[in-house]
């Protein structure tokens, strides 16, 4: 019995030792994850650069006509933070796979929802993707050692997706509907503070004793703004309450209970009833 237990000891420090030992080095296609404002979005990448040591790339090392995961190890990942017009069609924000089929005088690029293919391209469907379109090759003077995908042609509302490696770049064109975002900025800042920003001061100044007068006109403008909301009418008659305003806290916590109850937010029908009954 101390035979094997002696033996299985060993076994589990000969396997920490074994794993304490282990060789680290550095990854032969290094990673790498990048962020680019556009206009008021942004468009993040994460890749892995490969690169041309020596070797023919186009057409051997990445055969032309094929699935390609652009880059190496695990696929290429792009993430929209809002909508965007992606070589010509529109692509909701989100993070995609991206693809492409390389050829010699044209490629095809997709994206796709489908986050756990990776590098296995056996894999891919058509049923996940979003996009496929194709876009001309250029063939750059000088030549790009490492795998590269970046943002470049920076404007307001555009911008353009490359890919580069050896002498082969791909200008992918992105448009971004920025005077939208612009426009509806520009509208809420000129509507002044949401119902949202006069509940939350409200409930600052109710939770840290301030100017309960203030605090008053700041939770009626909200409760204006949002009548149907029944959570800003029951902070409303706490406030009400707290200014021992009693007829009027009760009256707003009845009306505030009623929305309550057809929302079917129990927890909030009960702080009414304790508003009701006396409690602050």
Not at 82 to 97: H, L, Q, R
Not at 224 to 232: F, K, L, Q, S, T
Not at 250 to 272: F, H, L, P, Q, R
């Amino acid at each position: 019995m101390m035979k094997q237990v002696l033996l299985t000891i060993g076994a589990i420090v000969l396997a920490a030792m074994t794993l304490q030992a282990q060789v680290q080095t550095p990854a032969p296609s290094p990673s790498v994850k990048m962020e680019q404002a556009v206009g008021m979005s942004t468009v993040t990448l994460e890749y892995s650069r490969p690169g041309v040591k020596g070797r023919t790339v186009f057409g051997d090392l990445v055969p032309f006509d094929k699935i390609w995961r652009t880059g190496a190890n695990r696929a290429t990942k792009v993430t929209f933070s809002k909508d965007i017009n992606f070589n010509g069609k529109e692509v909701k924000a989100g993070t995609y796979a991206m693809y492409t089929i390389p050829g010699k005088d044209s490629w095809t690029v997709m994206l796709n929802t489908d986050l756990s293919i990776g590098g296995n391209v056996a894999k891919y469907s058509t049923d996940t993707e979003v996009h496929r379109s194709t876009v001309k090759p250029n063939m750059m003077d000088t030549k790009m050692e490492s795998f590269m995908i970046f943002v470049d042609n920076l404007r307001d509302a555009s911008a353009d997706l490359v890919l580069a490696w050896d002498q082969t770049a791909v200008v992918i064109p992105m448009k971004i509907d920025t005077d939208k975002d612009v426009m509806a900025s520009i509208e809420r800042t000129m509507a002044g503070p949401s119902a949202n920003d006069f509940y939350a001061s409200a409930l600052y100044y109710y939770n840290n004793d301030k100017d309960m007068d203030q605090a008053l006109k700041w939770i009626s403008k909200a409760a204006d703004m949002r009548p149907e909301a029944y959570w800003v009418a029951t902070w409303k008659a706490r406030i009400l309450d707290k200014m021992d305003k009693r007829d009027e806290a009760v009256s707003t916590a009845k009306k505030a209970m009623e929305m309550a109850e057809k929302a079917g937010n129990m927890d909030y029908v009960k702080i009414n009833k304790g508003i009701i009954k006396g409690g602050k």
